[in-house]
Nanobody, 115 residues
Framework: QVQLVESGGGLVQAGGSLRLSCAAS????????MGWYRQAPGKQRELVAK???????NYADSVKGRFTISRDNAKNTMYLQMASLKPEDTAVYYC?????????WGQGTQVTVSS
């Protein structure tokens, strides 16, 4: 049973920083792509950033230059360092991990940025 557990969300003022973590159960599992998605109230879930097992990275245009995604393959853990946060970054952030053709999701962590 694969489980993804996010942590690190919270309330921060605009311009502040937060670091999200996603820990995957099963150290023997080698995920292909891991990524962060977010969903704001009334909006569709959108990709924030993703990283492959070889380190290729993609960011949404809205977070380029402010967010940094990374992963520790040995620990099966992924991170999202968020800086210069804006109120429009407020959303539930979800961790995603793909193993072959199966996509797994975490339960989500709330990030709220106050103006």
């Amino acid at each position: 049973q694969v489980q993804l557990v996010e942590s690190g969300g919270g309330l921060v003022q605009a311009g502040g920083s937060l670091r999200l973590s996603c820990a995957a159960s099963g150290s023997a599992i080698k995920f292909n792509t891991m990524g962060w998605y977010r969903q704001a109230p009334g909006k569709q879930r959108e990709l924030v950033a993703k990283i492959t097992s070889s380190g290729n990275i993609n960011y949404a245009d809205s977070v380029k230059g402010r967010f940094t995604i990374s992963r520790d393959n040995a620990k099966n853990t992924m991170y999202l360092q968020m800086a210069s946060l804006k109120p429009e970054d407020t959303a539930v952030y979800y961790c995603n991990a793909v193993l072959v053709v199966i996509s797994y999701w975490g339960q989500g962590t709330q990030v709220t940025v106050s103006s």
